[in-house]
């Protein structure tokens, strides 16, 4: 057993929920994306568990993943759903979100896309963070151009830096430099928007500082700020609800003590201390709820070894998946496991270090150094990366002419459903129409 969502079969061939990933690449080929929904509904009901009866919203954060199977899985097991985007909020509520259950971040949101915030359901949906003070005036205008009382949630940048939360600088959002959210020395000045702008209603407060937090102190650092805004806040506001952010980490190989449910346990904690609990708790995860339950299934194309200067050896594996289907290591020098697809021939002798290397023209095209070796004779000659449920598919692109990978959903021990590869051949026409 590698780790929670992985297995080996007794030939030595990975298993992920039951399924043998030798059968997955023969079925959608290769590259490609694997989920195990059944562990992924399981993450979700373990989470909305630790809030222990008291009123919640789990807003699955759909940028992490935003496959309709898996939206659809996690409003079934309870989630609402946290868009940052028009399209993320046609696609929460075209995989059944209940508009009242769905939360809009965004530093710019056009006008379009407010307007279809407030036009969603009866009375729009749960709640528009408001990320500036500039964005109240802009609100309030569209509101009521649509005859309609905006329901927000004011979004406060806590000012806490990435050191302090033990987080990568790029996936850090609530520090003073960042763009997101109300600092809190323009606090006063939101505040006196909201009160005299009558079709805007402040129904709750929030803050997301960051991502891949590993332990609930680092997100307590920012729900103490917010609690004590809160205090400031409610004798002018009636407030429904106090959402203290995703950003729950995942072990990608380094550990991370804290599960979800943690992060959730010490903010109810603190909560109560606070003498909030009549306030419902909202959070934002996404990468918690779908990272560890998916890998991205690549094919070896070849090896490579040469003589460096210094006598060593050098190897490279160079498989079929590139920066463009991942691009987190490029981006954010994030690192995955690499494993393979299967163990080796006893014979064959101990793994060696290898560079995984993508077929993109770039050198960020790198994977990092894994222990590697072939299969034995007759067994495909693939590998697997590790923890690729969030920040995969989503962020993936078509550089190089590369096609989009294939998504394979895996559910009761069995291939549910394959959503198929995007050809090369459509990029080509497509770029050779543009401007034709
Ligand atoms: C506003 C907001 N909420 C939630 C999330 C989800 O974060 P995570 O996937 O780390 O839980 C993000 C991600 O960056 C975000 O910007």
Redesign the pocket.
Known sequence: VIDMALSRDPRGVLELGGVSLVSVAEAAGTPSYVYDLDAIAAEAKALDAAFDGHPHLV?Y?V??NSAGRIVRTLIAAGCGA?V?SGAELDLALRCGAAPDRIVY?GVAKTDSELDAALGAGEAGIGAI?VESVEEIPRIEARARNAGRIARVSL?INPGVDADDLETHSY?A?GHDEAK?GVPLTSLAEALDRFASASSVRLVGL?A?V????TSAEAYLIAARVLFGVIKQVRPRFRLDFVDT?????IDYGEGCPARPADFIRATRKLQDQEGLSDLALYC??????V?SHGVLLARVIQRKSALARDGSTRRWTMIDAGMNDLMRPALYQARHRIVGLALPKEAAGAPSAHRVVGPVCESSDDFGTHDLAPPPEGVLDGVVVLDAG??GYTMASRYNGRALPAEVFLEGGRIVAISPRRAQADWVSERVGAGA
Do not use: N
């Not at 952010?245 to 980490?249: I, Q, S, T």
């Not at 934002?284 to 709820?289: C, D, K, N, Q």
């Open positions: 807003a954060a940028k992490a946290d940052v971040s963070q979004r996936i959002t997101f929030s997301h960051g991502s891949q937090l952010g995703g950003g729950f980490g934002e995860p996404g990468r918690s709820l990272g969030a920040y």
